[in-house]
T-cell receptor, first 114, second 115 residues
């Protein structure tokens, strides 16, 4: 399985952009990068996912390097409610071509400071 | 469009009793995943089901745990003869299909406490 490496914790000032890095150097060509977050033991919340192009939605932007070995999740204007554990996940594709389950690592604890 | 619904939100069971956790996927979703989160630990995959089929149960404990997703009704995670170590948050997620480009959405979980 492709593994991801994330810093265990980060701080960000309220109103500033939060940039969360993720390394996935063993990613395969057909594997997507997913980001989820978990706010204080609530259910994980889907944020965004991508394959090789940069993606943007109402929550965040995802920047994937050209070699796909790393990515960055950007929260453009962080608020206190964005304080959470953020998980970067590489979704493995099985031999049949179907996606396997999401495998959560330790994630990054993002703390947004007032 | 309602999200993934789990019930009960909180469940207290005495040691030796059975726990039944229910998960209703999002409308139109036929794939369900169950995860367990022990206190102060990460999310661990348990089982992946499609309607009437178990696709992957590699994360399920060998004994006392079972899961089903019938043609009609919610998915059920059943824990027989619960022990204190089963106390955890149990989350389910649902997705539209099996493609790697298909996001999964999680419910708010069931907190099981075994006393």
């Amino acid at each position: 399985d492709a593994k991801t490496t994330q810093p265990p914790s980060m701080d960000c000032a309220e109103g500033r952009a939060a940039n969360l890095p993720c390394n996935h150097s063993t990613i395969s060509g057909n594997e997507y990068v997913y980001w989820y977050r978990q706010i204080h033991s609530q259910g994980p919340q889907y944020i965004i996912h991508g394959l090789k192009n940069n993606e943007t939605n109402e929550m965040a932007s995802l920047i994937i390097t050209e070699d796909r070995k790393s990515s960055t999740l950007i929260l453009p204007h962080a608020t206190l409610r964005d304080t959470a554990v953020y998980y970067c996940i590489v979704r493995v594709v099985g031999s049949s071509g179907s996606a396997r389950q999401l495998t959560f690592g330790s994630g990054t604890q993002l703390t947004v400071l007032p | 469009n309602a999200g993934v619904m789990q019930n009960p939100r909180h469940l207290v069971r005495r040691r030796g009793q059975e726990a039944r956790l229910r998960c209703s996927p999002m409308k139109g979703h036929s794939h369900v995943y169950w995860y367990r989160q022990l206190p102060e630990e990460g999310l661990k995959f348990m089982v992946y089901l499609q309607k009437e089929n178990i696709i992957d149960e590699s994360g399920m404990p060998k004994e006392r745990f079972s899961a089903e997703f019938p043609k009609e009704g919610p998915s059920i995670l059943r824990i027989q003869q619960v022990v204190r170590g089963d106390s955890a948050a149990y989350f389910c997620a649902s997705s539209l299909g099996r493609g790697s480009n298909t996001e999964a959405f999680f419910g708010q979980g069931t907190r099981l406490t075994v006393v």
